[in-house]
């Protein structure tokens, strides 16, 4: 099944346009979408690909907007915010305010996994995906569940099976050229579900 999300990744949301959300709650209203994001919140640059550098607060008046609007058509908002001390604390300002707002955080934030814990067991309206975290991917590496040699690590597969109903997985395939990886990427989710005990792998998966 695929479920189409309202897409952020435009000139509209990163140039906080102020007709953009009218827009969004336009297309929720059509019932067609069932979810909103990626939203860009934090995003570093990748200069070769053209993305920009973005940081959008988690505390704007947008961003309680969007949050505002996921709660009202009870959709869930997948949000991209790379983990730095002061976006964590305004995520979780966020999170404490809406609590009716579900929120996935793509690739866990590229976050430590004590942090990733600490937010779980925080903020019950909280997910993660697993997105753009296996080990030959840009960022994070040393933050990655799996290692270079491709084993789990003890500490993930501790807070995967934990809040396993709170996990997804996930392509992230944003450019054309990377849909010729497809396979290859949903290979390595499959890899490290496959090392986490089968009850636990099948509720994420």
């Known amino acids: 099944r695929f479920y189409a ?10 140039e906080q346009r102020p007709g953009f959300l009218r827009n969004v709650r336009k297309a929720l209203g059509t019932g067609k979408f069932k979810g909103l994001g990626e939203v860009l919140l934090r995003h570093y640059p990748i200069p070769e690909r ?7 607060p988690a505390t704007s008046k947008s961003v309680s907007q969007v949050a505002d609007i996921a709660a009202e058509y009870k959709v869930p908002v997948v949000i991209h915010m790379e983990a730095e001390e002061k976006t964590v604390t305004e995520l979780e300002q966020l999170l404490s305010m809406h609590p009716n707002t579900n929120v996935i955080w793509a690739h866990a934030g590229r976050a430590e996994v004590d942090v990733v814990k600490r937010m779980l067991s925080a903020y019950p309206n909280l997910y993660i995906d697993l997105a753009a975290l296996d080990p030959s991917r840009r960022y994070g590496r040393e933050r990655n569940p799996i290692t270079t040699d491709g084993k789990v690590r003890p500490e993930w597969e501790k807070l995967l099976t934990k809040f396993r109903y709170r996990v997804v ?28 005990p089968r009850e636990v792998a099948e509720d994420i998966g």
């Open 5 to 14: 999300f309202v897409g952020f990744q435009n000139r509209g949301w990163l």
């Open 50 to 56: 053209g993305a920009p550098d973005v940081y959008i």
């Open 169 to 196: 997985t996930g392509s992230d395939t944003p450019f054309q050229d990377q849909w010729s990886l497809y396979v290859h990427i949903i290979d390595s989710q499959r890899a490290l579900l496959s090392q986490l």
